[in-house]
C-alpha cells in the first residue's frame, strides 16, 4: 500500500529564511506527486506537481519541489519565505493506476514578520 | 480555475440525526469525487471515490451504510452522514477530478464542519 510521511509537523521561520519541508513515499511503482497548502480557513490549493520529465517542478507563489526517485522523495523547497506562506501544507503521492489521493500528515508553517 | 462548493459549510446537529452535505463542481463536469475526512491537526482521510452514475467505492473502516453517496449527476456528488454520532464530528471535504486540460487534478470544496451534539 502506497504511504506518505512528512517529518516536520511544525516549522516556524522568520521572513526571507529559506525553507524546505520534506516529503517521502513509499511506493515501488510509478507516482504523480503533489504538494498542496491550505491557508487557514481556507480549502486546499495546488501548488505543484509531478507526473514526469524534469525532476525538478516549480510551482506557484515561488515553491518548487525535487523528485529524487533513489530516495523515494519530493521536498519542498522556497528560498524565502514571506509571511502570507504561514499554512499547513500537504504532501500527497497517486499511483497504481489509481486516482486516489493519498496524503501525508501535513506541516503547519508558521513564518513571523 | 475549476470551482468546487460545499454546502453547507457547517453545521450542528443532534445525536442520531442524518446530515446531507453537497459537493458541487460549478464550471466542469467531474465523473469522479472523492470525499476524505480530516480530523483536527490531521491529514485528510479518504473515504470513498464516488463515481457518477455508480456506486460509491470506500476505503477500508469507511462504514457504506453509514456514509452515504450519492453521485447522480456530473457536477453534483451528496454525502450523506446517517444517525450522526459525535464521533463523526469532523471537517469533511471533497474533491473532483478534473478531465483535459488539466487532467488527473483534483480541485478541493472548502470543506463542511460537521458537529454532533
Known amino acids: 500500500a502506497q504511504s506518505v510521511s512528512q517529518h516536520n509537523h511544525h516549522v516556524i521561520l522568520s521572513e526571507a529564511a529559506s525553507l524546505e519541508l520534506g516529503c517521502n513515499y513509499s511506493y515501488g511503482g510509478t507516482v504523480n506527486l503533489f504538494w498542496y497548502v491550505q491557508y487557514p480557513g481556507q480549502h486546499l490549493q495546488l501548488l505543484l506537481k509531478?507526473?514526469?520529465?524534469?525532476?525538478l517542478v516549480k510551482g506557484i507563489k515561488g515553491f518548487e519541489a525535487e523528485f529524487i526517485k533513489s530516495k523515494f522523495s519530493f521536498n519542498l523547497r522556497k528560498p524565502s519565505v514571506q509571511w502570507s506562506d504561514t499554512a499547513e501544507y500537504f504532501c500527497?503521492?497517486?499511483?497504481?493506476?489509481?486516482?486516489?489521493?493519498?496524503f501525508g500528515t501535513g506541516t503547519r508553517l508558521q513564518v513571523f514578520p | 480555475g475549476a470551482v468546487v462548493s460545499q454546502h453547507p459549510s457547517w453545521v450542528i446537529c443532534k445525536s442520531g440525526t442524518s446530515v446531507k452535505i453537497e459537493c458541487r463542481s460549478l464550471?466542469?463536469?467531474?465523473?469522479?469525487m472523492f470525499w476524505y475526512r480530516q480530523f483536527p491537526k490531521q491529514s485528510l482521510m479518504l473515504m470513498a471515490t464516488s463515481n457518477e452514475g455508480s456506486k460509491a467505492t470506500y476505503e477500508q473502516g469507511v462504514e457504506k451504510d453509514k456514509f452515504l453517496i450519492n453521485h447522480a449527476s456530473l457536477t453534483l456528488s451528496t454525502l450523506t452522514v446517517t444517525s450522526a454520532h459525535p464521533e463523526d464530528s469532523s471537517f469533511y471535504i471533497c474533491s473532483a477530478l478534473t478531465s483535459a486540460p488539466s487532467y488527473n487534478e483534483q480541485f478541493f470544496g472548502p470543506g463542511t464542519r460537521l458537529t454532533v451534539l
Open positions: 500527497a503521492v497517486k499511483g497504481g493506476g489509481t486516482d486516489k489521493l493519498i
Open positions: 464550471d466542469f463536469q467531474a465523473t469522479t
Open positions: 509531478y507526473f514526469s520529465g524534469d525532476p
